[in-house]
């Protein structure tokens, strides 16, 4: 039913063409239909329209190809052993990556996409289950690193239950989980012979499976990869021994870096803070008031390591002329809004400051990861460290509850304070 051909106004319309400041001006009779048109027009201008299908799907489409390609060089790049920009020049062949690292960075790349992906269609088919609108997954190509900030689904509408939090947070991790304990599985017990490493690193064929002594002796730094203890009991219960690489050579084989990554990027999930998946969890374990009083705890913690070992009193005079004023707006920043008064928030800031340099004077070879300082900072100032109540707030079942603290056993498996050494 058309409302403007079928109930003619009674008045005809004022002119919102210039509105607000033309809402008062005289009316000039019009004919219905202009009327409508015009009604359109105004209704265009003010409300957007949702995009159509086609191009939301164009959209999802094209951000997952552009992230196949970054994850395919950003395996390029790690193959070779170091992290940096991905190699821009690839499209000059072959003075970009040559048809052996091709295949390295697919290998990486497909695994590693595989289980990112099972993880957001994780929460998007439970989230459709519990009748909750949600988004496709938006893939996050970057040109730096792993070649991805991973992929997010939008949830389109309120949620309005403890158990829905609940299901959709954990539904994400778990499902990622499984398919990442099968791919290290897979490269277990699929180790190439050490002539693959042989044909990357030729002067070691010489020292045959005893390379390791000669190329790495007590001492020598190199890019690793952490090993979770996840994966240390898979290799230990599924790889032979006589071809597991050296861990200074893991991240020559593509397939165990995409597993150790996934490893780790399950665990950065779980996170218990904010709304992360581990914030869903612990707020459908513990409710919206017991869990909103831990989360600052642990993001105190969570602060505190990132930061250890910045400053300390043996430090010199331009370390702290440069570094103490950015790194005290920081934590000014980040801690403005953890507690009801900004003032609470500057003193607890204080606080953990004056806590890493005595920790780091006492002990000078402490040290934590400042790369964790950047996810602060977003949790801090845009997703937030507490979790939103919800309107049914009935807790779990047992089985939900016990599945929950299963999730934190997994937690602590793939767990590893840093990535890379």
Known sequence: MSFPENTPLPNPEPDLAGFPADVASPAIPEQPAESA????????????????AGRTAAVHFGLFVLTVLTTTLAGVVLTRGTIDLLPLGFWAFPAAPLPGEWARGLAFAGPFLGVLTVHEFGHYFVARANRVRTSLPYYIPFPLGLGTFGAVIRIRERIFSRREFFDIGLAGPLAGFVVAVGVLAYGFTHLPPLEYLFSIHPDYARYGADYARHVYPPGTEALTMARPLLYRALETLLADPA?????????????????ALSLFFTA?????LGQLDGGHIL???LGPSRSNRLMPWLFTGFIFYAGLGLFSIHDDWQTWAYGAPVYAGYLALIFWRVLPRPQQGLLLAAGIWAAQVAAASYWPGLGGNPGWLVFGLLLGRLTGIYHPPAPDERPLSAGRRLLGWLMLVIFVLCFTP????
């Open 37 to 52: 048109a015009r009604a359109r027009r105004l209704f265009r201008r003010y409300e957007r329209p949702a995009p159509s």
């Open 243 to 259: 071809r597991v690489p050296h861990p200074n050579e893991l991240m020559r084989y593509p397939v165990l870096l995409a597993g």
């Open 268 to 272: 950065l999930n779980l996170l218990p």
């Open 283 to 285: 707020y459908g374990l």
């Open 418 to 421: 840093s990535p890379f050494a």
